[in-house]
Each structure stands twice: as C-alpha cells, then as structure tokens.
C-alpha cells in the first residue's frame, strides 16, 4: 500500500477543510480540536428582518461546520491510524481495505464488504 501518497492526501484534505471550516468558524478556545460557529452580533440590527438574517445566517454556518468537522475528525482519525501502523485494517473483519476503495476514500474504516 502506498501510505505516504495516502498520508499526502489526507494531509491535504485536512488542510482544505481547516480553511473551510475558518470560513464559517473557529477554534473553540475552551474545547481542545473543537471548532465552533463564528458568534454573531445578535441584536444590534434595528430591523427584525435583518435580526432574522443574522440568526439563519449563524444556523447556516452551524451545520455547514457540523458536516465540515465531521469530515474532518475522520481524516485525524485516518492520520491516527497510520501513525499507530493500523490503517488500511477494517474495522469489522481485520481484512485489509481494498486499495481501490483507500483511493476513492482515503479515510475509509471498511472494506467494501462492510460499508
């Protein structure tokens, strides 16, 4: 298996989804490798259309994080497990993971039997 190219890609990925989730986000300053929905400023407009707006804006923002981050501890995860001399393994019958599959998702946990 080529776990360096493997390891390259996901390296990649998760530097595209740090960006990303900065766009919609941050660090959690409280929760360690947690991010959160940039806070709004609630409040200050005069119209209640535009306080509307802010608020459905930040909920946007939320779940776009929520899937972004979910990607994301995925990959730390994937990285995890190349650096334990775990990855490629399949989480429910120990068999090595396809590398055609690895390709497509370099952060897969099963073989193509288990999905």
Avoid: F
């Avoid at 989804?17 to 919609?24: A, T």
């Avoid at 409040?43 to 923002?61: K, L, M, P, R």
């Avoid at 396809?98 to 897969?108: K, N, S, T, W, Y």
């Amino acid at each position: 298996m080529k776990t360096e190219s493997i390891k390259k890609k996901l390296e990649a990925e998760k530097a595209k989804l740090e960006s990303e989730m900065g766009s919609v986000g941050r660090r959690n300053p409280g929760v360690p490798n947690d991010w959160e929905p940039v806070p709004s400023d609630i409040g200050t407009e005069s119209d209640i259309v535009d306080q509307a707006d802010v608020v459905i804006g930040h909920e946007s923002n939320a779940a776009i994080l929520a899937d972004l981050e979910a990607r994301y501890d995925t990959i730390i995860a994937a990285l995890s497990r190349i650096a334990k001399k775990t990855y490629g393994i399949c989480e429910v019958c120990g068999k090595k993971i396809e590398e055609a599959r690895l390709e497509v998702d370099p952060a897969a946990t099963a073989c193509v039997e288990h999905l």
